[in-house]
């Protein structure tokens, strides 16, 4: 794996109009960074831009690993907020796994140093979804992702959130608890810090919402 040792700034977010992604790009755009936000839609294009990230064209879907690679070309890092949005396993093991690989693969020919994946709190290969349940394409599906992600060069971080809510951010988090909910704007909050934390590298952060600040919360876990 892959040391980081300089501060981001140029990033792309893959499914930059998701409701995470969003927030994110506002994120990191206020703090300065460059973001280039991939979506497939061109509907979309307007909401990424009013973020202050610049839209790309892409879709991950059909993309393969060379075309993955020219979209990411002189990126510092790469995140991982894409999905399929469930219902239909066919098209979740073809976003959320086999897409997820080829962007991971795609980053390393690259030469992106840094990724970071949103995964979900849980995520395992010992997940112990029932494959009758509707939930296993993608229970499966990011176990296999996470898993590939962790055998690369990449200096990667896979942040396992609890029940994802739309309540507003709070700031606050709690990393290693049993269960709980996370607001998808505080998800985006740990998805920035964690950008700027080399030492959250080869880490994979569970967490909820909870009493403790996003950066020491992550501070305390990367040690």
Do not use: C
Not at 39 to 47: E, G, K, L, M
Not at 96 to 119: L, N
Not at 138 to 151: G, T, V
């Amino acid at each position: 794996m892959k040391k980081v040792r300089h501060q981001v700034s140029k990033i792309a977010i893959i499914g930059g109009h998701g409701k995470i992604a969003l927030q994110l790009a506002r994120i990191l755009t206020g703090d300065g960074h460059s973001v280039s936000s991939l979506i497939r839609n061109p509907d979309h294009t307007a909401d990424v831009e009013r973020t202050g990230a610049s839209p790309v064209m892409a879709d991950v879907e059909r993309m393969d690993v060379g075309a993955m690679a020219a979209a990411m070309a002189g990126q510092d890092a790469v995140v991982w907020s894409a999905g399929a949005g469930g219902g239909d396993p066919e098209r979740t093991y073809a976003v959320d796994r086999d897409a997820a690989i080829r962007s991971m693969d795609a980053a390393e020919q690259a030469g992106v140093p840094r990724y970071v994946m949103v995964s979900y709190f849980g995520a395992s290969p010992q997940h112990g979804v029932d494959p009758d349940n509707p939930f296993y394409a993608y229970a499966e599906s990011k176990a296999a992702a996470d898993a590939h992600l962790a055998a690369t060069s990449l200096a990667w971080t896979i942040l396992g959130p609890g029940k994802l809510t739309d309540g507003p951010a709070t700031g606050l988090i709690e990393i290693g608890a049993d269960s709980g909910e996370v607001t998808r704007d505080d998800v985006a909050g740990v998805a920035a810090t964690v950008l700027r934390m080399p030492e959250s590298a080869g880490k994979f952060l569970q967490f909820t919402g909870g009493d403790t600040p996003i950066d020491r919360a992550l501070a305390d876990a990367s040690r």
